[in-house]
């Protein structure tokens, strides 16, 4: 049951943003664009902004979005809402979910099941939204949240959005099978209750320009509510062989120099500060002479990332003349030879000049990205990240940070056949590198190994995976480690060493010729 405190939430949210799209719903489609992650984690992802402007776009279409928390935290007790006129999500035609991280398909389920909508495709009505889904986690390995969707998007949606909604729009509450029959005869739509397992080739959009994606609501409550967020490209050439964005959204496109500045002229108008969002910002062709544009016409910069060779001096001069106190590197493991074995491309020489530089610029501090579990990592891979990390903080004489992760096999990378290491392999290594940063007074982060392998094991799912999901009392860690055993299914199984001949559930998911490495 919807609350008064939901709706009053709602409401002063949306009096505080700039941007948002208030349509009446009669004679059009009515979409929710559902984000399984809270508001101001959601409003930070530009999926979110892109979708919800395009879909708005559409003639006869109103799209309107609904969160798993209208805060900074997630709630799995409330029923979602739309967030423009507070209504169910089940009065929509279609509930579209756009899914980036595994341990958000919990939410998913949450959200669904607050909502009264049936979790299963299988026994939703003609009455019932269409459930759609897509990002890269989802649409990287589809199965386990197969039992759950009508349709799942494989690859980018921006040239397919017009495909997707006219079958909706001719069908919306009476012909529920014709309309997925229409969703399956597009190209890169996923329909698991008709699929007949032949390939579902992956959409890559070829131009960016022609679908601009920067900031479309202002929301001072979003993680980076403070400025305007504008992507100038989207892949990454480099290969590091645990990457899934690397390789999902390979080829590596750029937008014009152009187009991203004629976004920032606009986005000027409402935030002083502009974050440029790529798979690494130092990448772009012409970042020099971007960082210049935008620097005359009165921008503060931010980025999503920087990887540590090539760095733009410009762009690090650029960063530090904005206000941002904080740079980031990922060396990602100690020593030059796991980085070879991980395509890193990078060296130890690389790493000391890249925070050379942040030094000379004057950065109060010097975040640093790392994993641990890596295939091939040894003891003495774990002494050289503490030892790389002393010698950092020699050269960088301000706050040292240290941000450690467990790795986690994807699909479709080198390393998706690899096994995960064990939690006390992990605990043991995160543990022995946060003693060692306590001692060398360096603060650190880390994630929780139980936590990571969870993640491992939704990445690598199957359908009977799925099935247990959807009937886990609670959609949490917990409920489905005891709905797996009612299963008969291990954890451990989807964690371990897959052979070269073993089938994945995702092979029918085609990455393309192009994308070879």
Request: hydrophobic fraction near 45%; include cysteine.
């Amino acid at each position: 049951m919807v609350e008064w405190r939901q709706i009053a939430a709602a409401r002063r949210l949306l009096e505080s943003e700039s941007g948002a799209v208030i349509q009446d719903w009669g004679g059009r489609v009515p979409v929710v664009l559902a984000y399984p992650n809270s508001y101001a984690v959601g409003m930070s992802s530009l999926a979110v902004h892109g979708l919800y402007g395009w879909l708005n776009d559409l003639p006869g279409v109103v799209c309107e979005r609904a969160f798993a928390g209208l805060g900074r935290r997630v709630s799995l007790r409330d029923e979602p809402i739309t967030l423009e006129s507070q209504r169910p999500l089940q009065d929509a035609a279609v509930v579209a979910f756009s899914v980036s991280f595994e341990p958000d398909y919990f939410n998913v389920v949450a959200m669904l099941r607050g909502a009264g909508i049936p979790l299963r495709a299988a026994e939703r009505e003609d009455g019932d939204p269409l459930v759609i889904l897509g990002g890269p986690a989802v649409a990287a390995n589809p199965e386990v949240l197969a039992p759950l969707a009508d349709a799942i998007v494989i690859g980018e949606a921006e040239d397919l959005l017009e495909d997707l909604i006219t079958p909706v729009r001719e069908g919306w509450g009476r012909e529920r099978r014709a309309t997925l029959e229409a969703l399956a005869r597009i190209p890169g739509v996923y329909v698991p209750l008709l699929h007949d397992g032949r390939p579902i080739p992956r959409r890559v959009v070829d131009d960016l320009d022609a679908y601009p994606l920067a900031t479309r609501i202002y929301a001072p409550e979003a993680e980076f509510g403070d400025m305007a967020l504008i992507e100038v490209s989207r892949g990454c050439g480099h290969g590091c062989r645990f990457c899934l964005a690397g390789y999902w959204y390979r080829p590596v496109r750029e937008r014009s120099l152009e187009s991203i500045v004629a976004q920032a002229r606009e986005a000027l108008r409402h935030r002083n500060k502009v974050g440029l969002v790529a798979a690494a910002a130092s990448d772009y062709g012409p970042i020099d002479e971007l960082v210049g544009a935008l620097r005359d016409m009165g921008a503060a910069i931010s980025v999503s990332s920087l990887r540590v060779d090539p760095l733009s001096p410009v762009l690090v001069r650029a960063l530090a003349e904005s206000g941002s106190r904080t740079i980031t590197l990922a060396p990602e493991a100690g020593t030059d030879r796991l980085r070879r074995a991980i395509s890193k491309g990078i060296t130890h020489d690389d790493i000391l000049s890249a925070v050379a530089l942040a030094a000379g610029e004057g950065f109060e501090a010097l975040k640093l990205y790392f994993m641990v579990g890596l295939p091939g990592e040894t003891e003495g891979d774990v002494e050289g990240l503490i030892d790389l990390v002393r010698e950092i903080k020699g050269a960088f004489p301000r706050n040292v940070i240290v941000n450690v992760t467990p790795f986690v096999p994807k699909a479709h990378t080198p390393f998706e056949r690899r096994a995960m290491a064990t939690a006390e392999v992990l605990r043991d290594r995160l543990a022995r590198v946060a003693a060692a940063m306590a001692a060398l007074r360096v603060a650190f982060r880390a994630e929780d190994a139980d936590a990571s392998r969870w993640q491992g094991v939704l990445a690598r799912g199957d359908r009977r995976l799925g099935e247990a999901l959807l009937d886990a009392a609670r959609p949490t860690p917990k409920g489905l480690s005891r709905a797996m055993e009612r299963h008969g299914l291990d954890p451990e199984t989807y964690l371990a060493e897959r052979g070269p001949e073993e089938p994945l559930p995702w092979d029918f998911v085609g990455m393309g010729e192009r994308d070879c490495p």
